[in-house]
């Protein structure tokens, strides 16, 4: 099996070592900073075009989080978490698409998901899956598992933190190519980054963190720290 290390909070350099996030730890983080925050402060946002970390909400970033856990591995790791076939449907699986033309493009029903504890339970089903896949499955496997998507100048951008496990696509230009291990990776830092957005809405609002988080993957990158308000690059074709 794949190795899970809570103290490994970056995909290592050495290749032989396999080690996979610890998600469940992504969950402490969340709570521990969303609690006893009012409406009003978990839906302070910023719609100025150039402050794009400020566009969601602390709600709505913890609606991507729940977003993000739920569709990765039901689109990526299904034949591996439900090999039978019975797909669970947590959520509309065709109506959480993404892209601009789905009405919940990266963010959970908001008619049926908007209150924290019900956003949290969708994070932590969510997260409970990739637990398994890295839990279950041979790092082999996840390495070989690989999928080719469409390239942005964001996903360009990002891939940079990994050592391996996605690249531009030698057979398909303007595609990047992933394995396993290096999409669940990237979930894991898309998560992660959103957290700290979360910790910089609440910087914002003058109120206090309520952790310390790892600087690793997205987070080394300057703009999804907050070394800088520039928006990061976009999630247009390269």
Same mark, same amino acid.
């Given at each position: 099996?794949?190795?899970? #290390?809570?103290?490994?909070?970056?995909?290592? &350099? #050495? $290749?032989? /070592?396999? !080690?996979?996030?610890?998600?469940?730890? =992504?969950? @402490?983080? /969340? %709570? !521990?900073?969303? @609690?006893? =925050? %009012?409406?009003?402060?978990?839906?302070?946002?910023? =719609?100025?075009?150039?402050?794009?970390?400020?566009?969601?909400?602390?709600?709505?970033?913890?609606?991507?989080?729940?977003? &993000?856990?739920?569709?990765? $591995?039901?689109?990526?790791? @299904?034949?591996?978490?439900?090999?039978?076939?019975?797909?669970?449907? $947590? /959520? #509309?699986?065709? !109506?959480?698409?993404?892209?601009?033309?789905?009405?919940? &493009?990266?963010? =959970?029903?908001?008619?049926?998901f908007w209150s924290m504890p019900d956003l949290l339970a969708k994070v932590e089903l969510g997260l409970s899956w990739l637990e398994r896949v890295v839990t279950e499955q041979p790092i082999e496997t996840l390495r070989a598992t690989t999928k080719s998507v469409w390239a942005t100048h964001f996903w360009a951008y990002v891939i940079t933190t990994l050592p391996r496990g996605a690249a531009p696509d030698p057979d398909k230009e303007g595609s990047i190519i992933y394995d396993l291990e290096g999409s669940l990776w990237m979930v894991y830092y898309e998560m992660l980054s959103h957290i700290r957005s979360i910790q910089r809405l609440k910087i914002a609002q003058g109120l206090d963190l309520a952790t310390e988080l790892p600087r690793v993957g997205y987070l080394r990158l300057p703009e999804y720290w907050g070394d800088t308000d520039a928006n990061g690059p976009p999630l247009t074709a390269v």
């Open positions: 099996m794949a190795q899970v #290390d809570p103290n490994i909070r970056e995909m290592p &350099d #050495d $290749p032989s /070592i396999g !080690a996979m996030p610890h998600y469940p730890q =992504l969950l @402490a983080w /969340i %709570t !521990a900073e969303v @609690a006893g =925050l %009012t409406d009003a402060q978990l839906d302070f946002d910023d =719609l100025h075009p150039d402050r794009e970390w400020m566009w969601w909400s602390i709600r709505r970033q913890v609606s991507h989080i729940g977003w &993000d856990s739920l569709v990765l $591995p039901y689109r990526r790791c @299904a034949e591996l978490l439900w090999p039978d076939g019975e797909r669970p449907s $947590p /959520i #509309d699986w065709d !109506a959480h698409r993404m892209g601009p033309q789905n009405k919940w &493009d990266r963010v =959970l029903d908001e008619d049926k």
